[in-house]
């Protein structure tokens, strides 16, 4: 037997040591549900997830029922080791890199799928996205299913994601027997997504790991999906997503049109004028954080439409751009 962990594992299971006993409690109800066939809501670094065996077409169904999603939109598998991620997907040179650099961490891996992952949970494609969480209860949840658990945003499907178990509750209570309370998420906005199945590394989906630091550890350029060939590659971005019920105007605070309904405000500047609410965030990595949470608590407030200031692209600015404008239904 050999006694070489890879380092991504070994962080894992740091992290999973270092679980305070109410939590441990938790993950080891949960991992029960899972293994037969339940769902469970838990806590990650990026958003809250809504869990079920990944490898049970049953269970599977149940996630897709519950958030209202559409069938062909595929979920990322979450592991708590490279050896369980080994047993779903064929990991590739650009991967190892990849998992050596950001493992546990917010980053899904686009890979080919073993014939083990049932269709419904790829959306019927070749291939595969596979991640490992940088979260203690949900590495201690997948471990004590030992399986491979599909989770997408604990959320009913077009709704901002949930970044705290209070949200997860509001939306979901009803149709989950178990939510586990990490607390708020630490990023705000979804695992990137990057294939490496093809000639070039792609960026599916922008999120809390850059594309400058993809191509740092690559040693190559990282495209940009800008063709239509990506509608294929990642069904999941041709949908609506995190659709506040007020309108959402993307902008900057000194192009702001004139207004007469009663506008919010949320940015990083001061607007001119005067917001009837306003959220304000100290930088880019505050803004993707709060970005849900906000538009949530906004919508509430009395405003006719809300107005958000666009962030520049360098680092996270990228992902929070992504979901603004999404979220604006561009
Ligand atoms: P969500 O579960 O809402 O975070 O969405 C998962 C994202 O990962 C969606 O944008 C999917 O399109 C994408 N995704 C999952 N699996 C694959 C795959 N095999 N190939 C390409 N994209 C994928
Ligand atoms: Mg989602």
Redesign the pocket.
């Known amino acids: 037997m050999s006694i070489y962990k890879d380092p991504a594992s070994e962080r894992a299971e740091r992290k999973i040591a270092s679980l305070s006993p109410e939590l441990r409690r938790l993950a080891e109800e949960g991992g029960k549900i899972i293994k037969n066939g339940g769902l469970v809501a838990f806590p990650t670094e990026t958003v809250y997830g809504l869990g079920a065996d990944a490898l049970d077409p049953d269970a599977v169904a149940s996630i897709y029922e519950a958030k209202g999603r559409p069938s062909d939109?595929?979920?990322?598998l979450h592991v708590s080791s490279v050896e369980m991620a080994e047993r779903v997907v064929e990991i590739n040179r650009r991967a190892r890199m990849l998992i050596e650099a950001f493992w546990p961490g917010p980053l899904?891996v686009?890979l080919p799928a073993k014939d083990i992952v049932p269709l419904r949970t790829?959306?019927g494609?070749p291939?595969?996205?596979v991640r490992m969480p940088d979260s203690a209860p949900a590495l201690a949840l997948i471990e004590m299913s030992g399986l491979p658990i599909a989770a997408?945003?604990a959320n009913i499907s077009g709704r901002p994601s949930p970044t705290d178990a209070k949200t997860v509750l509001s939306d979901m209570g009803d149709r989950v027997p178990l939510v586990i309370d990490g607390g708020d998420t630490r990023f705000g906005v979804?695992s990137t997504?990057v294939?490496v199945t093809g000639e070039h590394a792609v960026l599916?989906?922008p999120g809390g790991v850059s594309k400058e630091e993809l191509e740092k550890v690559l040693k190559e350029e990282v495209l940009l999906p800008q063709d239509q060939n990506i509608i294929k590659?990642?069904?999941?971005?041709r949908y609506r997503h995190y659709a506040p019920s007020v309108p959402l105007v993307l902008c900057t605070a000194e192009s702001m049109p004139a207004e007469n309904r009663r506008w919010a405000w949320m940015g990083i500047a001061k607007p001119e004028g005067t917001p009837c609410a306003s959220v304000l965030f100290k930088n880019k990595a505050e803004y993707a954080k709060e970005l849900f949470r906000a538009l949530r608590m906004l919508e509430k407030s009395d405003a006719e439409v809300i107005y958000a200031e666009t962030p520049d692209e360098a680092g996270i600015g990228r992902a929070l751009k992504d979901r603004l404008e999404r979220a604006a239904g561009k």
């Open positions: 939109n595929p979920l990322i899904s686009v790829r959306g494609l291939t595969a996205a997408p945003s979804e997504v294939d599916l989906r590659r990642s069904p999941g971005t």
